[in-house]
């Protein structure tokens, strides 16, 4: 019996499907496999769904999208309602923006319409034009600083402890001089 050994060629297109066992490249993630990219010239309309990256070169035209980040580069307009978690524009947005973690807008990047947004960095150039609120991000409770209660004054007392009495010292010598003595002999 002759077993025969077929090896998957890498110049086939979606031969990598086989090599790791899903749909995707090589090391892709799922949130990966989940990133749609609209190249330059094109257009798209609608609505789109199950998308975690969107990655924007052409014109995006959507009634509402959610996803986990949003890129639009230099030559990108997304036209619509987007609900994000992170969002960095470079080009053109034109519409109502929710952005609950960090907003980066370039030098190069537009935006006109209404923004929210968790964390937001403007680079020297960029223009907006609309509202633009701030949405407070949830603090963490802190724990609850621990009670410290006074203890009762103690009576007063001496608190002056001598460092030596002169009934110890066999020296005859009192003062300062004794203390130095003692310290040379030990």
Do not use: W
């Amino acid at each position: 019996m002759t077993i025969e050994k077929k090896t998957i060629r890498s110049d086939i297109p979606g031969s990598h499907v086989f090599l790791n066992g899903n749909i995707g490249y090589v090391g892709s993630t799922t949130d990966d496999m989940r990133r749609l990219v609209v190249a330059r010239d094109i257009t798209l309309s609608g609505d789109i769904s199950s998308c975690s990256y969107l990655v924007i070169e052409g014109v995006v035209q959507a009634g509402s999208f959610t996803a986990r980040r949003m890129d639009i580069l230099d030559s990108g307009l997304f036209c619509g309602t987007a609900e994000v978690q992170d969002c960095v524009i470079a080009g053109r947005f034109e519409g109502k923006l929710s952005v609950h973690g960090r907003l980066t807008v370039k030098p190069t990047g537009q935006i006109l319409g209404e923004v929210e947004y968790g964390v937001l960095e403007v680079e020297a150039g960029a223009k907006i034009e609309g509202r633009i609120t701030s949405v407070s991000m949830p603090v963490p409770e802190a724990a609850p600083a621990p009670v410290l209660t006074a203890l009762p004054p103690a009576p007063m007392q001496n608190n002056v402890e001598p460092l030596f009495s002169p009934e110890e010292d066999n020296s005859g010598v009192t003062g300062r001089a004794s203390v130095y003595r003692r310290a040379a002999r030990v």
